[in-house]
């Protein structure tokens, strides 16, 4: 009896092809449950967990009254969904919020330039640093929330019950532990 018979069966019973097959599918299965691989992202290895403050700036957002804002959906001590390179990241706190006057520059007759009060009447544009804490893990590339990376410039989004908007890094504090 040959090994290998002319439909190409392995001692006329199991074809060539379904054997290799099978081979192929057992060594997938095998590689998935019993060799998984590493678990958690690469941005968390040898990382450490700190304190993080990130301060963002908002500038010309339109709102008809910014201090009814700041009391129902901005809270010092309260919490706001963010939102980070289009990736949700959750609540995180808001530790406090700075309005900033509109100023225009205005130039002296002597040459010098000043900065007063804008004298417009648009009154539904608003500026304000907004600071927010939480937790980062911190990796040689820098801090990260969530899984995305938190730099100077890039923008976060923030959402509540009655509010969508952008606003951009300006600084980042690490405390330290």
Do not use: H
């Not at 590493?38 to 301060?55: N, Y």
């Not at 002296?108 to 907004?130: A, W, Y």
């Not at 927010?132 to 976060?156: H, Q, Y």
């Amino acid at each position: 009896m040959a090994i290998l018979d002319t439909k190409g069966r392995l001692f006329g019973k199991i074809n060539l092809l379904d054997l290799g097959a099978a081979l192929v599918i057992l060594l997938v299965i095998v590689g998935i449950f019993i060799f998984p691989g590493t678990s958690g992202s690469v941005a968390q290895v040898g990382a450490k967990t700190v304190p993080i403050e990130v301060d963002l700036v908002v500038r010309g957002l339109n709102v008809r009254n910014p201090e009814q804002l700041f009391k129902q959906g901005f809270k010092q001590g309260g919490k706001t969904n963010v939102i980070i390179r289009n990736q949700p990241y959750g609540q995180i706190g808001i530790k406090s919020i700075q309005l900033l006057g509109r100023m225009v520059t205005a130039t002296q007759p002597d040459g010098s330039v000043k900065e007063l009060p804008d004298p417009r009447s648009n009154n539904f544009s608003t500026d304000f640093i907004l600071t927010l804490e939480d937790k980062a893990t911190v990796t040689k590339d820098g801090p990260v929330l969530g899984n995305n990376k938190v730099k100077i410039g890039m923008p976060f989004e923030l959402e509540g019950f009655n509010y969508n908007f952008n606003a951009s890094v300006i600084d980042i504090r690490l405390q330290d532990k």
